[in-house]
């Protein structure tokens, strides 16, 4: 969770002044909560933003509210920052970062300086994750958990994944294409080896995974954004 609230902490903003429920203060983040949650609730929420360095002493205001059975976390951002694709992926994975957690599920509402929701983004809708060792393995909806299974054992199998070296994959399919994508430093982008060894890597994946369907292979900065596309 640290690495995606931290993200986040960047594009956070002021509420206006109003009452938008009990209100507490976390090393300069405003954590409103009202209409269900408790003190507790509100507490440990506050604690998270503060241990993750999303309450870093700038001024950000949150709240945390319950409609229904539904646990809502609203964030005051930047309103340039809603329609930043280069975003979309830590917001995707925000409310299943933040369900784990507090224990129970959480989406998140991107929202102006009076907490009016501009975008909902839901648990339901974010990317699953499972590990492969030390390697995180994300999948969309358009991707089945036996799928996602079988990506993982061939990465341990194959030795990408082990133990001690942290990475960061996910998986999506379009049509009948699926698409791998990997974090990578910006440094690898244009080398020819890195370039070589993922086309390989790819025609493995077609091959052993994925029943001969076309793999494409994304190469990405930290936030999943795709620098480069290898599927020749």
């Known amino acids: 969770m640290k690495k995606i609230i931290t993200l986040l902490s960047v594009i956070a903003l002021l509420a206006s002044c109003a009452n938008y429920g009990e209100k507490k203060m976390f090393n300069g983040t405003e954590v409103y909560y009202k209409d269900g949650i408790t003190e507790a609730q509100a507490d ?5 933003l503060v ?3 999303f309450a870093d002493g700038n001024g950000k205001s949150v709240q945390f509210v319950k409609e229904g059975e539904n646990y809502i976390f609203k964030m005051v951002i930047k309103e340039e920052s809603i329609d930043d694709k280069s975003l979309e992926s830590v917001f995707n994975i925000f409310p299943k970062e933040l369900s784990e957690y507090m224990g129970f599920p959480v989406d998140l509402h991107l929202c102006d300086d009076s907490f009016n929701t501009l975008r909902v983004h839901k ?3 974010a990317q699953k994750t499972i590990m492969a060792k030390a390697t ?8 089945t958990l036996d799928e996602a299974e079988k990506l993982k054992d061939f990465l341990i199998e194959f030795g990408f994944s082990d133990n001690e070296n942290r990475k960061t994959v996910a998986l999506d399919k379009e049509g009948t294409a699926y698409i791998f994508k990997m974090v990578l430093d910006k440094s690898r982008m244009e080398d020819k080896n890195t370039i070589g060894l993922l086309t390989m890597f790819k025609d493995e994946l077609s091959k052993n995974v994925f029943d001969n369907q076309p793999v494409r292979v994304h190469m990405c900065d930290e936030l999943m954004n795709t620098i480069r596309v290898i599927e020749k």
Do not use: A, C
């Open 123 to 125: 648990l339901e809708d």
């Open 136 to 143: 995180e393995v994300r999948y969309t909806k358009n991707v």
């Open 44 to 48: 440990k929420l506050g604690e998270s």
């Open 51 to 53: 241990s993750s360095g």
